[in-house]
């Protein structure tokens, strides 16, 4: 064995006007058959029309660990959110 | 003292684990987990995926023989699904820090078990039947609880799995059904296959909740949501009516409905057995691995003639771009 076939990441569209969403991943030894693959594991029953895969080595993921400083800037910005705004009952379209 | 001080940290963190998994939040392959959540986890998901791929062998031994085009379809379409299954289940697993090659190892090297009920031979046909109604019948109630599992990724390939699983349990069913309504030889057939895969079946089930070791902690982590005995009492009382359908007996003397529990009573299970075919006496424990084996080591040529022409294929698009 001179080298393990490197791990992929299958990111699947269900249906044209739905994102692609991740799915699970596979091995496989190059792009193509990992799109194959993918094919093959999870869209056996037309769950798909669009797959993407990515060499799970290429993606950048956050640290858990960190969510306090990564996700809690956004917690005391209630003005970001339309009901911060205090408006009268009677208005109307807004 | 440091130590103390470690180990009260490490304690205040495993309550915060637990309250998290008791508030059904889920747990992520990069949150931090006790060495046992993920220990244990490996064990479970790999063992869980390695009964997938010894399970391709039983089945896939009839596919040359099915009687019938659409059987042949229908069986090849199940054994790709245990691949597939395999398949979901290893990459699961993978996300807990451990790389598939050591899980081939450790299936290949005897370290790691997968369900036995895969070192019983398909002797006919009608085996096909019985494994799809019975095997794939016990593995359904067994399976649908951990679409809820606390591990997202193992929940995950679960929800997926299910989904698929019940077209196997179905075709199987359709197979015993035909030979009840054909021949007497036929009929003797299925009823031969359902005396050999009954009790095997119900030990699929695992040992008896006072043998079982790992329930109290499997039911905190959602590993588990029913007992061992409460499983097999489910798949007893929705199978014995099926049977009774096919116009087939129940290999069991003290299979009885009870009125006042509303469940059957059922006979002894031949525990001995199960632990026999667990430590690898059963009759195909040798047979399955060593096919696994051969098919892993033959396969080393296609997998280095792959990642070769791969690196081929990137050398020359790094030579066309200069």
């Known amino acids: ?94 | 003292m440091e130590n103390m001080k470690e180990k009260e940290q490490m304690k205040s963190l495993e309550d915060i684990f637990e309250a998290k998994i008791a508030r059904d939040e889920k747990i992520e392959p990069k949150d931090w987990m006790p060495e046992k959540y993920r220990k244990t986890h490996i064990r479970q998901i790999s063992q869980h995926a390695h009964s997938e791929i010894v399970g391709m062998l039983p089945e896939g031994n009839w596919i040359t023989r099915a009687p019938s085009l659409r059987r042949k379809v229908a069986l090849l379409a199940k054994v790709q699904d245990e691949a597939g299954h395999g398949l979901y289940l290893y990459s699961a697993c993978e996300t807990l820090g451990i790389s598939r090659e050591e899980l081939y190892h450790q299936l290949h090297s005897g370290k790691a078990k997968y369900s036995s009920i895969f070192n019983y031979p398909t002797l006919t046909w009608a085996d096909i039947g019985a494994i799809g109604w019975l095997v794939d019948g016990a593995a359904i109630i067994n399976q649908v609880p951990l679409c809820s599992t606390s591990f997202g990724p193992y929940a995950r390939a679960m929800v997926r799995v299910c989904k698929e699983e019940s077209f196997h349990q179905r075709q199987g069913y359709e197979i015993m059904m035909t030979l009840c309504n054909g021949t007497q030889e036929q009929k003797d057939m299925a009823q031969d296959a359902l005396n050999r895969w009954w009790w095997p079946s119900l030990m699929m089930l695992g040992p008896t909740d006072d043998e079982s070791t790992h329930t109290e902690q499997s039911m905190k982590w959602k590993l588990k949501r029913k007992t061992n005995d409460e499983l097999r009492q489910q798949f007893i009382d929705q199978t014995v009516p099926q049977a009774d359908i096919l116009g087939l007996k129940v290999p069991d003397e003290d299979l009885k409905y009870n009125n006042e529990t509303g469940h059957y009573d059922f006979g002894e299970i031949d525990w001995e057995e199960f632990w026999q075919v667990v430590k690898g006496h059963g009759m195909c424990n040798k047979e399955r691995i060593s096919a696994r084996k051969n098919a892993w080591d033959k396969g080393e040529w296609v997998r280095d003639a792959a990642i070769a022409y791969a690196d081929k294929q990137t050398e020359k698009e790094v030579k066309e771009a200069v």
Do not use: C, Q
């Open chain 1, 1 to 94: 064995m001179k080298k393990n076939w490197p791990l992929w990441e299958v990111f699947v569209r269900s249906k044209n006007g739905l994102e692609h969403r991740h799915f699970g991943s596979l091995h496989a030894p190059d792009a193509d058959m990992a799109l194959k693959n993918a094919r093959d594991v999870y869209t056996r029953r037309s769950e798909g029309v669009s797959i993407w895969v990515v060499e799970s080595k290429n993606i950048k993921a956050s640290n858990p660990d960190e969510n306090g400083e990564m996700f809690e800037p956004a917690a005391d910005k209630a003005y970001r959110h339309p009901t911060f705004y205090e408006l009268p009952d009677d208005i109307e379209h807004m």
